[in-house]
């Protein structure tokens, strides 16, 4: 949870790096019930700065299950490794939708305990993704840095 206010020229361009999703989960702001904020991917409370190298575009449900977490417990092998990072990490390298695009899959041990410890495939963003696929917006856009 973000501690610091952003300043507002720094959102914008969180928000437009992002392309108006969310850089853990890939909802798009767009069709959400509730406002998405700029995360501290290293926490402030532990050292992390309010620099664009630390930031990313969190959706509420990924910002809230993150909370101050840097690590979390990979389900397949039941040790801690780090989150995933996405100013460090690409996310199709770790992440893929399975074939009805309902769920993101952890291919690695980082993004399965990101998978796990951010609820990725909460029934209310299954929902939600199902209805994106009927409306043609998922995949994501080609143009989506990930
Ligand atoms: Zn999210």
């Not at 999703?21 to 992390?48: F, K, L, N, T």
């Not at 399975?98 to 952890?106: A, F, K, N, V």
């Not at 990101?114 to 080609?142: D, I, Q, S, W």
Request: aromatic share 8%.
């Amino acid at each position: 949870m973000s501690e610091t206010r952003i300043p507002a020229a720094l959102r914008r361009a969180v928000v437009r790096r992002a392309a108006g999703r969310c850089e853990y989960c890939r909802s798009p702001e767009a069709v959400s019930a509730a406002p998405y904020c700029v995360d501290h991917i290293v926490p402030e409370r532990v050292g992390g700065k309010t620099e664009s190298k630390n930031l990313a575009f969190a959706c509420y449900g990924c910002n809230g299950h993150k909370g101050s977490a840097t690590t979390a417990t990979d389900p397949a092998m039941g040790n801690g490794v780090p989150l995933f990072n996405p100013r460090q990490q690409r996310w199709s390298e770790h992440f893929a939708w399975s074939s009805d695009w309902e769920e993101i899959l952890g291919l690695t041990p980082v993004s399965r305990a990101t998978v796990a410890a951010l609820a990725f495939n909460r029934a209310p963003f299954r929902n939600l993704r199902r209805l994106l696929r009927r409306a043609g917006e998922l995949p994501p856009e080609a143009n989506v840095q990930d």
